[in-house]
T-cell receptor, first 112, second 115 residues
Framework: GDSVTQMEGPVTLSEEAFLTINCTYT??????LFWYVQYPGEGLQLLLK?????DKGSNKGFEATYRKETTSFHLEKGSVQVSDSAVYFC???????????FGAGTRLAVHP | NAGVTQTPKFRVLKTGQSMTLLCAQD?????MYWYRQDPGMGLRLIHY???????AKGEVPDGYNVSRLKKQNFLLGLESAAPSQTSVYFC??????????????FGPGTRLTVL
């Protein structure tokens, strides 16, 4: 079945460091790919998405490129801030009705 | 515009008790979903609805029932709670069309503990 695998956390960085969170997926066909973010005590919110191969999603300085050849959708940011501390979820949707399959989540802690 | 709201925010149950979680959205979305979030497992889909009066099973439906009597509301019921149902429950909604690329909008969650 379809699945999403994320790098385990927590990831701890200093402010202004470069961030990469790895995400790979297993799915037949052409899923849409998403990164959702969960700030402490809140629900999830969409960070960025890509709906076809080679698309790049971007938002708030974060980027991810849909790589079908490596079945990956790695999240990157050039310079993280303390306010980026959160849990990041990679997810895919396939097969209708936008049902999401999530990775386990990666907790990011950014220190001043 | 409140988005997606959930009640209650917290609840403690004893094994065997029943309860209903309420989700409401004011965005006129057709699709609604219930997920549970457990440590190290991300979110898993329990049930979903593609319109008023419809429901369907997700990945982990056992022990739960749902109803969508009104378009804006999606109820999740636990008939006989078990400790394995201790979790954080999230409701989400989304619009139709756009293939599988549409955003889902999440509520703030309900933290349920079953003793």
């Amino acid at each position: 079945g379809d699945s999403v695998t994320q790098m385990e956390g927590p990831v701890t960085l200093s402010e202004e460091a470069f961030l990469t969170i790895n995400c790979t997926y297993t799915a037949t066909g052409y899923p849409s790919l998403f990164w959702y973010v969960q700030y402490p005590g809140e629900g999830l919110q969409l960070l960025l998405k890509a709906t076809k191969a080679d698309d790049k999603g971007s938002n708030k300085g974060f980027e991810a490129t849909y790589r079908k050849e490596t079945t990956s959708f790695h999240l990157e940011k050039g310079s993280v801030q303390v306010s980026d501390s959160a849990v990041y979820f990679c997810a895919l949707a396939r097969g209708g009705y936008n049902k999401l399959i999530f990775g386990a989540g990666t907790r990011l802690a950014v220190h001043p | 515009n409140a988005g997606v709201t959930q009640t209650p925010k917290f609840r403690v149950l004893k094994t065997g008790q029943s309860m209903t979680l309420l989700c409401a959205q004011d965005m006129n979305h057709e699709y609604m979903y219930w997920y549970r979030q457990d440590p190290g497992m991300g979110l898993r889909l329990i049930h979903y609805s593609v319109g008023e009066g419809t429901t369907a099973k997700g990945e982990v439906p056992d022990g739960y029932n749902v109803s969508r009597l009104k378009k804006q509301n999606f109820l999740l019921g636990l008939e006989s709670a078990a400790p394995s149902q201790t979790s954080v429950y999230f409701c989400a909604s989304g619009r139709t069309g756009g293939g599988n690329g549409n955003e889902q909008f999440f509520g703030p969650g309900t933290r349920l503990t079953v003793l």
